[in-house]
């Protein structure tokens, strides 16, 4: 007989049903920003302003592991079943929950807690049921109801923050059903002005850190979150939220549009998924946010030696160019390729020491030197994709210190890896443009809503 030993990893961490999380309260309204709250089929009167400091809202600080809902899934939830079977349950069925222990076994649970072993087996050996029982982790929870007699009756456990899996033990074998929590969604409109840090203003927008770093990243290919942000710079979003009916957590956030204004100039972004699922953020005429290159390979890397075509050499200590740009890290930093594209050349190649040669498309290509080492997996001809890691930073080669060496191409000639106009990602596919205008039209209306409430609230501050 199998026995299955509990292992002290967290990675199928089972969240109950009603399982506490780490809830963080967000206070809003507070000065310079402001926060609109709407139920999904948003109506202009149900919008519900909130326009003190006192009023706060909960929103959890950790989401639990992502699911890709698509819009699809959740108006569709709970249709398979519309009286939910938990419901049902309820008031005859009581649930017993056990935690796994270090040094757990399905087979030493079983007999603590007096269940029969051919329970057990029937668990172990069911296809559907042995992929979530044959690793037991620390911490889990294992949850089940006895009938009258005190045998096993009922066992059950999350298959995602909505699908919970049913089992109901019978004399001859198990049944298996899948309940489905309600969900609904939200649109959350919030705008913030900033005064001193952006992660202040969104704070104070009550946006979570990883939804401020969500707006960062996607307009972090035209501003320079680091180096760019002024005082009175402001951004508008329009956040979807999917919660849980009973419980109103919030299990998934996207943010749907954004618009950010920096040093005088805006930028809005828009969600779109295509009907193949492809999710990217584009401008209103639907070209990309992205560019087609990175600006730079490493991240957090501080420019050591710049673009320079009359350098004297630190080497060789003669005039030489420096056609690339090098950025100082430490040995081993992940150096990821720029653009996506193919590999031409990966081997040592003189003074550069260990090289990766990239191709990208006709016009393009990059080259990174000095490498310790290589990405392993990757061979002479192999594709990559835009911010796969390629290799890591060493000091292979002429160098006096670890760094990347990295050039940048156009139709063959040295570009300033820093300087060089970045081409833009490709736009939106032509057939889809018409239907990703229909889903930016009303996105945009809202942003538009959420400049003119603003610009009301300055004037009422200031008559
Ligand atoms: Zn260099």
Redesign the pocket.
Known sequence: MRDFKSSPSFSHHRKKSKAPLILSILAIGIAGGSFWLMSSEESEHDVITTDNNSQTITVPLTLPPQRSLQSSDIKQSNQTEPASEEKQSTPSTTWKQYTIASGDSLSKVFDKLNLSHKDMNALLTNKTSKKHFKVLNIGEIFEYSLSDSGQLALVRYDLSPTKTQHIHFTDHELIFKTTTRETHTRIVKTSATISSSLSLAGQEAGLSNKQTMNIANIFGWDIDFALDIRKGDHFNAVIEETMLSEDDTVIESNILAAQFTNHGKTFRAIRYTDPKGNTAYYTPDGKSLKRAFLRSPVKFARVS?RFNLKRKHPVLNKIRA?K???YAARSGTAIRAAGAGKIIHRGRKGGYGRTVVLKHGSQYSTLY??MSNYKRGLKHGSKVRQGDIIGYVGQSGL?TGP?L??EFRVNGVHKDPLRVKLPQAKPIKKQYLNDFLKTSEPLLAKLELLDQNEQNQLLASNP
């Open positions: 030696s420096h690339g740009v090098d030197a000095h160098a760094h060496h990295y």
